[in-house]
Nanobody, 127 residues
């Protein structure tokens, strides 16, 4: 399974971006997907995840109500819609895939649960 992120860039505070995570080599139907970010000098943060079949989602408090994760299994793609962006959202954003299942929970935001990672896409929020 290979993952490729795209959609990052420079945006002003209050703006929006939509990140895409496209998978190849395997169907995403079998994987929960997480979005993570890492800012310079900070630890990697799990900001959102979506389960594989029932599309249960979870969000970090830092992005709740501003970011939305969705998936289109037909396109083997997961999206992260980011609205009302803030300076502190500046980071490299990664998507990752987890083949494990979590009955009741759906997915996790713990990076140690994820086996497959993309190369990341830079998001810079600045005026």
């Amino acid at each position: 399974l290979q993952l490729v992120e795209s959609g990052g860039g420079l945006v002003q505070p209050g703006g929006s971006l939509r990140l895409s995570c496209v998978a190849s080599g395997w169907s995403l139907n079998y994987f929960g997907i997480g979005w993570f970010r890492q800012a310079p000098g900070k630890e990697r943060e799990g900001i959102s995840c979506i389960s594989n079949t029932d599309e249960i989602t979870h969000y970090a408090d830092s992005v709740k109500a501003r970011f939305t994760i969705t998936r289109d299994n037909g396109k083997n793609t997961v999206y992260l819609q980011m609205n009302s962006l803030k300076d502190e959202d500046t980071a490299v954003y990664y998507c990752a895939a987890d083949a494990a299942t979590y009955p009741g929970l759906g997915c996790t935001r713990d990076s140690s649960d994820y086996s497959y990672w993309g190369q990341g896409t830079q998001v810079t929020v600045s005026s």
